[in-house]
């Protein structure tokens, strides 16, 4: 069955509400609340199940830019992991609200892409804007999972 432009739309609003959800938690109960509810939102969203997911986070750098593990992106989104100093949890930043604009989406069958403008804000209603990618297949169980998932600040000239 292809993918459909709402279920793009659902893969994407379910990835927002996933890193509201870290947020919340670790708010409520730190790191040990925070990294179960992180793990949930990894296995529900992303094809690690699948094998590597393509994953540049906005804000990862060097030797640790990449993150084609479960457990890489685990550490970028709820940090306090030795193995990945420079990470300070990107998904315990207080998110409270996420929406996007679509620049292009492309879908092929069991395949598909999505690229555009995502805005998050948080709970001081400081607004981040990043630029994204999403990569999607579609698993056995016809689930959308993030395979591909790029992330970068806006250019500034």
């Known amino acids: ?12 609003n379910a990835w ?11 708010e409520e109960g730190g790191i040990d609340a925070a990294r179960p509810v992180a793990e949930d939102v990894l296995d529900a969203a992303y094809g690690y199940n699948l094998g590597p ?4 986070p906005t804000m990862a ?4 830019t990449f993150r084609p593990t479960r457990h890489g992106a685990l550490a970028y989104f709820v940090g306090h992991d030795a193995e990945y100093p420079l990470d300070g949890g990107f998904g315990i ?12 989406s492309f879908v092929e069958g069991d ?10 804000t948080d709970k001081d209603g400081n607004v981040t ?8 297949k579609k698993d056995a169980d016809g689930v959308l999972r993030i395979v591909l998932h790029h992330s970068s600040l806006p250019y500034q000239p």
């Open 93 to 104: 930043k207080g998110w409270r609200a996420m929406e996007s604009a679509t620049a292009a």
């Open 16 to 26: 927002g509400d996933g890193l509201i959800a870290i947020s919340k938690a670790y």
């Open 129 to 136: 804007q990043v630029d994204k990618s999403f990569g999607y």
């Open 111 to 120: 395949v598909g892409m999505w690229m555009g403008m995502i805005k998050l």
């Open 53 to 56: 997911v393509l994953f540049k």
């Open 61 to 64: 750098s060097g030797d640790q």
């Open 1 to 12: 069955m292809p993918i459909t432009t709402d279920e793009l739309t659902a893969a994407r």
